[in-house]
């Protein structure tokens, strides 16, 4: 699995469906197709990342 949003292949699982990124240091959750990312505030909180649906994909690291 890649990350959706710099495609870094250093992926954490943290939660059913969501995931930590030590690339780039977003958090993404993952349903069905249905992708969000989000930036870890400095206080913990989560802010959403707005993206266009067609700009995120998983990718598998195949090429």
């Not at 992926?11 to 977003?26: R, V």
């Not at 249905?34 to 707005?50: F, H, M, N, P, R």
């Not at 995120?56 to 690291?61: D, H, I, K, R, V």
């Amino acid at each position: 699995m890649r990350c959706p949003h710099c495609h870094c292949r250093d992926i954490g699982k943290i939660g059913a469906n969501q995931y930590y990124c030590w690339g780039c240091f977003k958090e993404f959750n993952v349903s069905g197709d249905d992708i969000k990312v989000y930036e870890v505030a400095e206080d913990g909180s989560l802010v959403a990342v707005e993206y266009s649906p067609d700009s995120l994909e998983l990718g598998t690291g195949t090429v």
